[in-house]
T-cell receptor
């Protein structure tokens, strides 16, 4: 099956910093999404982005389907951005292991 | 976005009892729903695909008799953990795909934290 690799696995940043999270797929995927899992476990939809670029406030995402990767950009980080970020794709929605982001005040 | 609701959000039960978790799509219909299990500080592992009107499809290594899945209607899927044991303690989360044309976006319930004593 498809393998999903996320990097970095952990990231600690100062409030206000920018960050880039990456997601690589071993094969072409459909229905690529980015999620933020908050401390209570709730998965929040960030982007549905099978290809192209989207922006939502301080967050943006780019998927290059032909090269099988996606990037999530977080600008001007806030402490509320802390949590785990997952990318997932394919018809069964296979998840990567996530990037654990910790924003320091 | 579409809303998926999961209930209960947390449950504590005694070993040997069964626990039912419900997953509802509140504002759209879903012929399939997905059930995941998540251990602390790990990713989500797909357990099974719930299919309305037919049997669930289980992933390799998931015990069908332990985790009973029923997709009773186009808006409701249930997961029953039968004869629960402490090793079944985990965070269970469901999802449903919202379809619109070529778009197929997955929305998740709030999750259910199961503790088996």
């Amino acid at each position: 099956g498809i393998q999903v690799e996320q990097s970095p696995p952990d990231l600690i940043l100062q409030e206000g910093a920018n960050s880039t999270l990456r997601c690589n797929f071993s094969d072409s995927v459909n229905n690529l999404q980015w999620f933020h899992q908050n401390p209570w476990g709730q998965l929040i939809n960030l982007f549905y982005i099978p290809s192209g670029t989207k922006q939502n406030g301080r967050l943006s995402a780019t998927t290059v389907a032909t090269e099988r990767y996606s990037l999530l950009y977080i600008s001007s980080s806030q402490t509320t951005d802390s949590g785990v970020y997952f990318c997932a794709g394919d018809d069964k929605i296979i998840f990567g292991k996530g990037t654990r982001l910790h924003i320091l005040p | 976005g579409a809303v998926v609701s999961q209930h209960p959000s947390w449950v504590i039960c005694k070993s040997g009892t069964s626990v039912k978790i419900e997953c509802r799509s509140l504002d759209f219909q879903a012929t399939t729903m997905f059930w995941y299990r998540q251990f602390p500080k790990q990713s989500l592992m797909l357990m099974a695909t719930s299919n309305e009107g037919s049997k669930a499809t289980y992933e390799q290594g998931v015990e069908k008799d332990k985790f009973l899945i029923n997709h009773a209607s186009l808006t409701l899927s249930t997961l029953t953990v039968t004869s629960a044991h402490p090793e079944d303690s985990s965070f269970y989360i469901c999802s449903a795909p919202f379809r619109s044309g070529a778009l197929r976006e997955l929305f998740f319930g709030e999750g259910s934290r199961l503790t088996v004593l």
